[in-house]
């Protein structure tokens, strides 16, 4: 008798879900600081995806804050992912042969992990009102391919290697 297949529903998140806290390289000592949303920032008309930052690196005590207008978001597979809003580059990824693998935090590594260890991915229908370019709808064709779920799940298990060993 077989396993009942893991099942995965979308949970219909995108990728600004995920700003709210992101690990980078700290640009000091080149350890884990974390870039957050200021708490007593105020919610004006730009949104949360908007809001002060603050980079702290708890290592070394660098501190930086932001006030940008702008945050620019990776777009390539190929290249070093960088946070949007210092441009620092990412603490969760990894380079794989289809390509770079990474997260802006735990909370997205966990997504992508239960994504691609699920044997039965569920999704709203297109014909359903709601968002449909999610993050999991916009993840590479590499990633969402069953006969490289090993690999992804070994990327994923190294990235969160990485934060916990430190």
């Known amino acids: 008798m ?16 995920f700003t709210g806290s992101v690990l980078v390289h700290c640009p000091r000592c080149d350890r884990i600081a974390r870039v957050q949303a200021l708490a007593d920032a105020e919610e004006g008309t730009r949104g949360a995806l908007f809001a002060p930052r603050r980079l702290v690196c708890r290592a070394c005590g660098h501190a930086r804050t932001w006030r940008g ?30 390509g770079r693998l990474w997260a802006y935090d735990l909370a997205q590594l966990t997504l992508l992990r239960r994504f691609v260890a699920a044997s039965l991915r569920e999704r709203d229908p297109w014909h359903e009102h709601g968002r449909k370019m999610t993050y999991v ?27 916990t060993d430190r």
């Open 2 to 17: 077989s396993l009942a297949p893991v099942r995965f529903r979308d949970p219909l998140s995108t990728p600004d879900d």
């Open 69 to 98: 207008r702008s945050a620019v978001f990776s777009g390539s597979s190929r290249a070093v992912a960088r946070d949007p809003y210092f441009h620092l580059p990412l603490w969760l990824q990894t380079e794989t042969r289809h």
């Open 137 to 163: 709808a916009r993840l590479p064709a590499w990633v969402k391919s069953a006969k490289n779920r090993h690999e992804v799940l070994r990327a994923v298990d190294r990235m969160r290697a990485s934060v």
